[in-house]
């Protein structure tokens, strides 16, 4: 299935049989599942999963990739739909069953991606993206360390994340010039936030790493009472420093 990558859709295809048999044994698809691939490119990754599944939805982009994808897999089990992932409603094809999404993300738009699955994430059983390393150490990241920032709190306040294994840029065509990964979210059952607090809390998160140096003191005065806040937690840390659960205590002085 020869088919040029396109720079303008960042598309880097994986073509290492090994990686692509580790991120099977990661995602680990049942029979009984129904999966959600974002971009399967050439197929590589979707060639061992729909052996393996009950339903496959695919969501491509580029819309020269659609009849060769239709011929590679002729299969009653197999849905595809040429849309723009970002934009795509995945409650569509939710039919009672939890989605298992995955797919190599290109960059450009993988954080955003991010954001939208987690807004729907009610329908999501778990998610297993390939990402620039870049951002599953930072998605994955604890406090106190570098990696640390908004993108891991307002993700872990939402799932739980773990960075599985490191991808080479060997294994793709073309290569790109960065590392990437694999990574596994799974959303929380029991949301840590109500939907209402959320505004609170992102708001509160943001202004707490505007300033990575500062202290929160310095960073939260316009939005907090010091004297309120410090009662709570000790304003003279800094943003890295602080657990999910002592954010969410913030944004709720803030509410």
Known sequence: MNHRPRKRFGQNFLTDSSVIEKIIQAINPLPTDHIVEIGPGQGAITQQLIKRCNRLDAIELDKDLIPKLEKKFPFEHFHLTQFDALKFDYSNLFQGKPLRITGNLPYNISTPLLFHLLGQSSIIKDMHFMLQKEVVD???????????????????AQCEAEAL???????????????????????????????EQWPAFEKTVTAAFAHRRKTLR????????????EQEIDLSRRAESLTIDEFITLSRLLA
Request: glycine share 4%.
């Open 218 to 229: 310095n960073n939260l005065k316009k939005l907090l009472d010091p004297e309120r806040a």
């Open 138 to 156: 930072r998605l994955a990241a604890h406090p106190n360390t570098k990696a640390y920032g908004k993108l891991s709190v307002v993700t872990q």
């Open 165 to 195: 294994f490191d991808i080479p840029p060997g294994a793709f065509n073309p290569a790109p010039k960065v590392n990437s990964a694999f990574v596994r979210l799974i959303p929380r059952e029991q949301p840590l936030l109500a939907a």
